[in-house]
């Protein structure tokens, strides 16, 4: 099944502990990105990869790392996680580019730092 | 700077009655638009995309379409079920800026509640 997954789903964890939230894709999409939703301030981009080893910042890139060392793994690292940073973020992948392309979501990973 | 914004912001409607979310955008110079639902604590599910060059596009009971020059799109839900109840989210891609990928907005979404 074509899909995109994030790991963990649920995460409790405390201010200043590193920690990486996994993004995998089986659709073989070049184009992947990170967003994080908030409520009343909805859905903004953190981060965005256009191919292997090609990142660019979204709106909100502060506090945030990314890598891209295969095509189908976009992991989201926390080098020292804030309470601000409470969120629910989502991975989201697209063939080629977003410009003609749906994007695909996975679903979710609710993280509270705190 | 594109700003996506959705009307209303919530909607409650009995079960049946055809419906219609609205969204605007302020920067007419976009690639498309795209529709998801989103059920609570869930991901989001794409319902439908349009490119800039299409009017609207169908499936099944949901029908979106777009006036890229107005910058408004709505997307039209027939014959409503209590499933339908899900925020609805309206997302524009236009361009980054120096990049050819686009960047998607979203609107804050219509939270729908269909009852029976």
């Known amino acids: 099944e074509a899909q995109v997954t994030q790991n963990p789903r649920y995460l409790i964890t405390v201010t200043g502990k590193k920690l990486t939230v996994t993004c995998s894709q089986n659709?073989?999409?070049?184009?992947m990105s990170w967003y994080r939703q908030d409520p009343g301030l909805g859905l903004r981009q953190i981060y965005y990869?256009?191919?292997?080893?090609?990142?660019d910042k979204g709106d909100v890139p502060e506090g945030y790392k990314v890598s891209r060392k295969e095509k189908r793994n976009f992991p989201l690292i926390l080098e020292s996680p804030s309470p601000n940073q409470t969120s629910l973020y989502f991975c989201?992948?697209?063939?080629?580019?977003?410009?003609?392309?749906?994007?695909?979501f996975g679903p979710g990973t609710r993280l509270t730092v705190l | 700077k594109q700003e996506v914004t959705q009307i209303p912001a919530a909607l409650s409607v009995p079960e049946g009655e055809n419906l219609v979310l609205n969204c605007s955008f302020t920067?007419?110079?976009?690639?498309?638009l795209q529709w998801f639902r989103q059920d609570p604590g869930k991901g989001l599910t794409s319902l439908l995309l349009?490119?800039?060059?299409?009017r609207e596009q169908t499936s099944g009971r949901l029908n979106a379409s777009l006036d890229k020059s107005s910058g408004r799109s709505t997307l039209y839900i027939a014959a409503s079920q209590p499933g339908d109840s899900a925020t609805y989210l309206c997302?524009?891609?236009?361009?980054?800026?120096?990049?050819?990928?686009?960047?998607?907005?979203f609107g804050q979404g219509t939270i729908l509640t269909v009852h029976p």
């Open positions: 989201a992948s697209t063939p080629g580019g977003p410009i003609y392309n749906e994007q695909f």
């Open positions: 659709m073989n999409h070049e184009y």
């Open positions: 990869s256009m191919n292997v080893e090609v990142t």
């Open positions: 920067d007419s110079a976009i690639y498309n």
């Open positions: 349009i490119q800039s060059s299409q």
């Open positions: 997302a524009v891609n236009s361009n980054a800026g120096g990049t050819s990928y686009g960047k998607l907005t």
